[in-house]
């Protein structure tokens, strides 16, 4: 996304074009930004021109390309140089902190190495010691490198799970100045240092003036890496089963190796990889979007898992900080149903309450309340937080912490972030300990839906071409908030923007529902808010229906999953007339 929008005249994109072309260090992009200019493409020179790629708390994000509103070496320099200079300024580099570190980790996207060199040279020529990742990496290695070497940033060149023309640019705030240490701590960066740091680039002259030495920087060993695998044992249980058979995908990103390496070191049988997706591939060229939410994404893991009957289907995203799962399912498609984020969250804490863990369970505000009943039955200190673990990482006392979107923190001392490789560990755990006992994971969700009702969740996304058609839904909203949803009544509705129950100010929108025992839905929620990341208004919705005493608990829940899915379905249909966006 951009900001910073200028005029549209021709003339005057096509001046900026020729200074930026000017300044440009890349011939790649110098020869694609003369090739639209020759050419005389004025609306696609207007489009990368008219503003700039926006720097928040998510970094950097953007398609590929040439001009200010892409990512490119150009847009990254400036940022590196921003980035510098702001540690300058808060002690990272002085008479008594010479050469602090900046840890580099990259995937295997397009240029991903080219941003990661170019980072390291910038922090070289400001007096930093950078340290680059010695091959394209899992992010929670790069997250835990900047807590193992105590350093003072780090920077993750990926763009997570976004479409093959996309790259990104991810800060972390880490050690070496009582400043950095407030304000990160090993931590992606949260409001003001995005704005501080946004600040600092848009100072950034030509970048002739930017020093890149040629050399100087730190390749880490395979040392780093052996140093991350060994913490990931500490998640699980000595002398705990180790006997399940697991399928993994990793979706063309960088997540076979260090997860396989990981669940051999632990003990576990080595995960079988899905043919086709195992090695890393910038093009994704078997899935639409590298993202296991998405529809046909599993589909080849569902093949593989029908040919080799494993227990439980795993699936990471592109960087491998998230982790799916997927159970069989013989009334499902494909044999094989996927887990909801808030489910996997829910067996993961119980599974850490069983292992007698201490300290605050946490998640946000659009994950489910489930995790808030699990906290109190066990007697733990529970925490919600704005969406993204930006905010769940400074949780203090932190223990454990989920989001929907298949994000898990089992060992925030280690890696003060979502990690998917640690959670597949404890996934696999799980699954073997239950099949020890003659049950499932399927067993253990029955379990916690007859214990604390059923809480149904599901999304609304909406993608757009448009970003003002975003804000349209967010202004109908507020000046038209809804009474009711689904038949419910809007008991409580909060415009976020406002600042709410101790969270920061965001742009957002919580509606809580009453309850309806006729119905047997004891309650609801609904959030609403942009993606902070792609081009999407998000709705998030949860209805929680009892199950009740019943002889026949199959029957039960078959009738409490009934009556939850037609009120969440309902909720829906509801909520998208609401914010006047298809459902």
Known sequence: MTNGTHGTNADDVIERARRWLADDPDPETRQELA??????????????????????????????????????????????????????????????????????????????????????AVMTGAGLRAALLPEPLPTPVLAFAIRHLGAAAGIMVTASHNPPRDNGYKVYLGWGSPQLEELGGGTQIVPPADAEIAAEIAAVGPLTGVPRPDSGWEVLGEDLLDAY????????????????????????????????????????????????????????????????????????????????????????????????????????????????????????ATHLVHKRARGTFATTIVSSSLLSRIARAAGLPYAETLTGFKWLARVDGLRYAYEEALGYAVDPDGVRD????????????????????????????????????????????????????????????????????????????????????????????????????????????????????????????????????????????RSARARAAGALAALKRDVADAAGVPA
């Open 229 to 348: 695998l060994a913490r990931t044992g500490a998640v699980l249980t000595e002398g705990s089963p180790r006997d399940v058979r697991v399928v993994h995908t990793a979706l063309h990103g960088v997540g076979t190796r260090t997860v396989r390496l990981a669940f051999e070191r632990a003990g576990f049988p080595a995960p079988v990889p899905v043919p086709g997706q195992a090695e890393p591939d910038p093009d994704f060229p078997t899935v639409a979007f590298p993202n296991p939410e998405e529809p046909g994404a599993m589909d080849l893991a569902f093949a593989t898992a029908r040919e080799t009957a494993p227990d439980v289907v795993i699936a990471n995203d592109p960087d491998a900080d998230r982790c799916a799962v997927a159970v069989p399912d013989p009334q499902a498609a494909a044999g094989w149903r996927m887990l909801r984020g808030d489910q996997v969250g829910a067996l993961l």
């Open 418 to 557: 979502k990690d998917g490789v640690t959670a597949a560990l404890l996934v696999a755990e799980l699954a073997a300990e239950l099949r020890r006992a003659g049950r499932t994971l399927t067993d253990l969700l029955d379990d916690l839906d007859t214990e604390y009702g059923v809480h149904a969740t599901d999304q609304l996304s909406v993608r757009v071409d448009d970003l003002s058609l975003i804000a349209a839904a967010m202004v109908r909203l507020r000046e038209k908030p809804p009474e009711q949803l689904a038949g419910l009544a809007v008991e409580r509705a909060e415009d976020l923007a406002a600042g709410s129950a101790g969270l920061p100010p965001t742009d957002g929108l919580r509606y809580v529902l009453a309850g309806d025992a006729e119905r047997g839905v004891a309650g609801g929620r609904v959030v609403v808010r942009p993606s902070g990341t792609e081009p999407k208004l998000k709705c998030y919705l949860e209805v929680v229906s009892p199950v009740g005493e019943a002889p026949d608990r199959t029957a039960a829940l």
């Open 35 to 120: 090739g639209l200019i020759e050419a005389g493409e004025a609306a696609e020179l207007a489009d990368r021109f008219s503003g700039t790629l926006q720097f928040g708390t998510a970094g950097l994000r953007g398609e590929l390309g040439a001009g200010p509103a892409r990512m490119n070496r150009a847009v990254v320099i400036r940022a590196a140089a921003g980035l510098a200079a702001y540690l300058r300024g808060h002690g990272a580099v002085g008479p008594h902190r010479p050469g602090a570190t900046v840890v580099i980790g990259y995937d295997a996207r397009h240029r991903s190495l080219d941003f990661a060199r170019d980072t390291a």
